[in-house]
């Protein structure tokens, strides 16, 4: 006799939780590796508007060229 989803009723349990299991592990992966690409992406977002503001500070005249040299090269 086949019970729900074509499990058997013999499995008990185990014909519900390791499909439970599954489902919410490949939901838990697909966050992952968004979450994993957003920040890459939030990195090198980072670094660019870090150059900008640099760039802003040196045309005000509040670093000097040196400076923004350094901090050109660091980031």
């Not at 074509?6 to 390791?18: K, L, N, P, Q, R």
């Not at 992952?32 to 977002?45: E, F, G």
Request: hydrophobic share 35%; net charge neutral.
């Amino acid at each position: 006799m086949m019970g729900f989803g074509g499990f058997s009723y013999g499995m008990g349990m185990a014909g519900w939780i390791f499909p439970i299991i599954f489902v919410f592990g490949s939901f838990y992966l697909i966050s992952y590796l968004v979450r994993s690409q957003t920040h890459k992406n939030n990195l090198s977002d980072d670094s660019s508007n870090a150059r900008e503001i640099a760039s802003q500070r040196y045309a005000r005249g509040e670093i000097t060229e040196e400076e923004y040299k350094r901090i050109r090269d660091n980031l």
